[in-house]
T-cell receptor
Framework: DGGITQSPKYLFRKEGQNVTLSCEQN?????MYWYRQDPGQGLRLIYY???????QKGDIAEGYSVSREKKESFPLTVTSAQKNPTTFYLC????????????FGSGTRLTVV | AQTVTQSQPEMSVQEAETVTLSCTYD???????LFWYKQPPSRQMILVIR??????QNATENRFSVNFQKAAKSFSLKISDSQLGDAAMYFC?????????????????FGKGTHLIIQP
């Protein structure tokens, strides 16, 4: 079945460490996105990528980095510069053009310990 | 930049009744797409319904329908015959149609959500 997979489901990070969240899709979608979801804030866009080897900052990119070396994969690195990393992260993918919604992964819960 | 506002943090409805969730948005664009997503306790985001701004006809999907008022920038979701499985967070979202013609940025812009409670 086609879909989008995020791993791990739960992740713990020590203060000062970088950590990478995985996102893989087999839907042949060109566009991929990372969101964070905080209580009462809805979903806010961190980074997105329309094509391989290209990505754009979203509304809250500070403290995060991404790469897009393959169409299927869009990993997100949460760096030690991210002041409030403890939250829920959602990855999504979409067809580039047209009135299409996004397909979402099941999310990763990151906790700083 | 576009903004999406959901003014009802929480709504409650009796099972089998009808409920309407409100959403307004602010944009200077004429071509865009609007969506309603459902997020149950599992936190999996599920697309409920979508509307293309150039279409005057309101979208419907089984028990779910929208009231799209382009001039008023309003996009409400009506759930008929509410069921216990409808209990979830509901998010309204906006996507520009202009990104690929060189305008603006991509990415869905979400409202803060409405928590829908179904009373048995």
């Amino acid at each position: 079945d086609g879909g989008i997979t995020q791993s791990p489901k739960y992740l713990f990070r020590k203060e000062g460490q970088n950590v990478t969240l995985s996102c893989e899709q087999n839907l042949n979608h060109d566009a991929m996105y990372w969101y964070r979801q905080d209580p009462g804030q809805g979903l806010r866009l961190i980074y997105y990528s329309q094509i391989v080897n290209d990505f754009q900052k979203g509304d809250i990119a500070e403290g995060y980095s991404v790469s897009r070396e393959k169409k299927e994969s869009f990993p997100l690195t949460v760096t030690s510069a991210q002041k409030n990393p403890t939250t829920f992260y959602l990855c999504a993918s979409s067809i580039r053009q047209g009135p299409y919604g996004y397909t979402f992964g099941s999310g990763t819960r990151l906790t700083v310990v | 930049a576009q903004t999406v506002t959901q003014s009802q943090p929480e709504m409650s409805v009796q099972e089998a009744e009808t409920v309407t969730l409100s959403c307004t948005y602010d944009t200077s664009e004429s071509d865009y797409y609007l969506f309603w997503y459902k997020q149950p306790p599992s936190r999996q985001m599920i697309l409920v319904i979508r509307q293309e701004a150039y279409k005057q006809q309101n979208a419907t999907e089984n028990r779910f329908s929208v009231n799209f008022q382009k001039a008023a920038k309003s996009f409400s979701l009506k759930i008929s015959d509410s069921q216990l499985g409808d209990a979830a967070m509901y998010f309204c979202a906006y996507r520009s149609a202009n990104f690929y013609s060189g305008g603006g940025a991509d990415g869905l812009t979400f409202g803060k959500g409405t928590h829908l409670i179904i009373q048995p």
